[in-house]
């Protein structure tokens, strides 16, 4: 969407792009300049930290990810888990 940015989140040995929704998500709480984003992710609630660029699960902060806003040319594995070569 803009300027051709994208959202990843990180997965084994690269990086996922967030499905259209979400990073539709992240873009609006980045611009609004939130620290926080609230994601709900296959029916759970996840925070994205805006400062610390990490995905926590709400309920197991164990489960966390870096994030990263980059090009949408960025290399990756595929989107939200669906691989594409
Ligand atoms: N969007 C979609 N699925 C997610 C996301 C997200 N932002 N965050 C976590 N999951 P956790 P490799 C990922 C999924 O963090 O082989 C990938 O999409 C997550 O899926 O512990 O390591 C792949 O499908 C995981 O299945 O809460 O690169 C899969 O991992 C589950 O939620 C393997 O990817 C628990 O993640």
Redesign the pocket.
């Known amino acids: 969407y803009d300027g051709g940015y994208q959202w990843f989140?990180?997965?084994?040995?690269?990086w996922?792009q967030?499905?259209e929704r979400?990073s539709r998500e992240l873009e609006t709480c980045y611009k609004a300049g939130e620290r926080t984003c609230e994601?709900l992710?296959?029916g759970?609630l996840?925070d994205a930290n805006l400062d610390t660029m990490l995905?926590m699960?709400r309920n197991?902060h164990s489960?966390?990810?870096r994030?990263k806003r980059d090009f949408a040319s960025a290399p990756k594995?595929?989107v939200?888990?669906?691989r594409t070569e």
Do not use: P, V
């Open positions: 989140y990180e997965g084994r040995n690269g996922w967030y499905d979400t994601l992710i296959a759970f996840y995905q699960r197991d489960r966390r990810r994030i594995k595929g939200a888990g669906l």
